[in-house]
């Protein structure tokens, strides 16, 4: 297992992993009445570019999408990995290698989702016009920057 591969299971483990929930009851309970532990499922797996591992720096954004809402096409200069908490998204990525955007994809709640960095993003909005929709986004980054940045209307065709 590579460095990088190390540093993305740690990631996400650390940012996707449930929680168990302990309660009063539960710690004063004796060992045979305790609950089992808290399942763990992979949500993601994907290797990251190249980063510089002495500048790293995870940002996790919260994004909320009301009925029908979306956002301008715009790129992230660094990776970003989704993850759906409610509601459902619609996006529509072009990877910077691509000739050609990829399909329009809407991920669910559980769902989560990878794009490449420089990646167009031509679509993100929320697949309701009656229900919101929120995810995070998480960036990981080696080198200051803002995280989005709008891609001109010529650009995004």
């Not at 570019?49 to 919260?62: A, E, K, T, Y």
């Not at 909320?64 to 715009?74: E, I, K, L, M, T």
């Not at 909005?125 to 919101?132: D, G, H, V």
């Amino acid at each position: 297992m590579t460095l990088m591969e190390r540093w993305g299971y740690i990631f996400a483990v650390i940012c996707y992993a449930p929680l168990p929930v302990v309660t009063a009851t539960a710690q004063a309970a004796s060992p045979q009445q305790q609950q089992p532990a808290a399942q763990i499922q992979t949500v993601l797996s994907q290797p990251l570019p190249s980063l510089r591992g002495d500048h790293l720096n995870v940002q996790i954004v919260r994004v909320r999408y009301a009925p029908g809402q979306s956002s301008q096409p715009h790129s992230h200069p660094c990776p970003v990995i989704g993850y759906v908490l409610e509601g459902a998204v619609r996006m529509q990525v072009q990877d910077p290698a691509a000739s050609r955007p990829g399909p329009a994809t809407i991920y669910r709640a559980g769902d989560s989702f990878y794009e490449s960095p420089n990646g167009r993003h031509l679509v993100s909005a929320n697949a309701s016009q009656s229900e919101s929709a929120t995810f995070l986004a998480t960036f990981v980054c080696d080198h200051p920057t803002p995280l989005t940045v709008p891609v001109s209307p010529t650009e995004s065709h």
